[in-house]
């Protein structure tokens, strides 16, 4: 249950009063978010203002016992679904006043409390994400106009909302809330799309040869690859070659550091082929890891990590255009020891991971969050012989991110995922790989 309020009470005129009444009974006509059906598992700032209160948090340091959002709001603002879905109640009590709570795919419920009036749309009625559901009021334990914004799963508060919010911060109504809900989307990002170079729907691979030639592999969704395409001389003086679809279209691009540390970025055709290069960085050559083909961020675009040569990890946040979006993410220090590095989505949680071995040859799996990892797990050991490795994505089409690794006689071998951050029996793909300068 929600507690009152300790902002100032805040005089409403009979004017005021009465246009908020109005505003209750007839849906406006325009909302600053179209109401479009969604599937990406997104949810959307449900009205505008500052943050003053999250779960257990009271904004000013001090812990408070509080189940949700607050967002401040004048009287008769628009309040919207944050997601798509069917209106679960519409009631009204004490404490949260007048309030409407939403049922959302995998078994999410959102609480928009202190309505001016009961919302607009009667249980069962579908909603989708933007659509105005009711206006902003103070009814209830509160004596300030406000929406108090609260997630569910599975009849559990959602304490993970506090992610997506910043303490007195403002937010926009119908702009996206920068925090992943693992099973609410049908639509999540293809671990596939970001290998995928020739637009068949299976993950390819690029080799460096020896003389330096770029190649592409296409892979057939069986865990073989056949060389079909040769770009001459592309990367004979780069390094870093990095599979990702840095631009969302579903066609895999790919970057790399060349020697004068510029970042270049190839984008996918989709054929086999590339459009023009562009620059998107500066400092990348000496880089220690490059990585990306996932979702660290938890904002729905696929963004890159890089480790610098002092062992800081950054996450560059993807822009969803083709470039990186400002401000970085820098997780620390601490990753110099590690031999290899590879994102991907490697528990099919629709989150970014890392698969990481270190100097030891231990296996390690990181299993991301938003903007950072959890603690890691062992997944393996003896993983020194290794002259490269890349995956992430899903070569042996089973819908679950793999690992390729090739030992000192050039022999590449298939590490299928088994969809929890750990790999089932390997299976070798080819005796030719020993002339590879990487492959990725």
């Not at 179209?34 to 999250?54: E, L, V, Y």
């Not at 690029?206 to 030639?213: E, Q, R, S």
């Not at 579903?250 to 060349?258: E, G, N, Q, T, Y």
Request: proline share 4%; hydrophobic share 35%.
């Amino acid at each position: 249950m929600k507690r009152a309020s300790r902002w100032r009470l805040v005089r409403v005129s009979a004017v005021t009063a009465m246009a908020l009444v109005i505003g209750a009974l007839v849906p406006s006509l325009s909302s600053a978010t179209p109401a479009a059906a969604a599937t990406d598992g997104q949810m959307i700032f449900p009205a505008s203002g500052n943050i003053q209160s999250k779960v257990g948090d009271g904004c000013l340091g001090d812990y408070r016992p509080h189940e949700g959002i607050d967002i401040t709001g004048s009287g008769g603002d628009p309040i919207l679904a944050a997601y798509d879905g069917v209106i679960k109640s519409r009631t009204s009590n004490s404490g949260y006043g007048n309030y409407v709570d939403i049922q959302h795919p995998g078994g999410y419920v959102t609480r928009y409390a202190h309505m001016v009036a009961p919302g607009w749309y009667e249980p069962g009625t579908p909603v989708v994400r933007g659509q105005q559901i009711g206006v902003v009021g103070k009814t209830g334990a509160t004596s300030a106009n406000h929406l108090h914004f609260e997630v569910r799963l599975n009849g559990a508060v959602y304490t993970q909302i506090n992610d997506g919010f910043t303490c007195l911060s403002n937010v926009r109504r119908g702009d996206l809330i920068p925090l992943f809900f693992p099973g609410l989307g049908t639509d999540p990002i293809s671990t596939v799309a970001s290998a995928d170079y020739t637009g068949d729907g299976n993950a390819d691979l690029m080799t460096v040869a020896g003389n330096g030639d770029l190649q592409l592999r296409a892979g057939n969704g069986a865990g073989v690859f056949q060389k079909t395409a040769t770009y001459a001389g592309l990367a004979s003086i780069r390094r870093h070659i990095t599979h990702a679809d840095l631009n969302g279209d579903d066609k895999a691009d790919f970057l790399s550091a060349r020697s004068d540390g510029a970042l270049e970025y190839f984008a996918g055709a989709g054929n086999g082929g590339f459009q023009a290069v562009a620059i998107v960085g500066n400092g990348w050559y000496d880089m220690l890891h490059v990585t990306s083909g996932a979702d660290y961020t938890g904002d729905g675009k696929q963004d890159v990590i890089g480790v610098s040569a002092g062992g800081v990890m950054t996450i560059f946040r993807g822009s969803g255009w083709g470039g990186f979006a400002t401000p970085y993410v820098t997780l620390g220090g601490g990753w110099e020891g590690f031999h290899f590095l590879v994102g991907g989505d490697f528990d099919n949680d629709g989150r970014g991971d890392i698969i990481g071995i270190d100097d030891t040859g231990t296996l390690y799996f990181y299993p991301g969050g938003v903007n950072g990892f959890g603690a890691r797990r062992t997944a393996g050991a003896g993983w020194l012989e290794f002259t490269a490795l890349t995956g992430g994505v899903d070569y042996n089409g089973d819908e679950r991110a793999d690992l390729l690794g090739r030992t000192p006689a050039g022999e590449l071998f298939l590490y299928p995922g088994n969809g929890r951050g750990g790999f089932n029996a390997r299976t070798l793909v080819s005796a030719d790989a020993a002339d590879y300068l990487t492959l990725e």
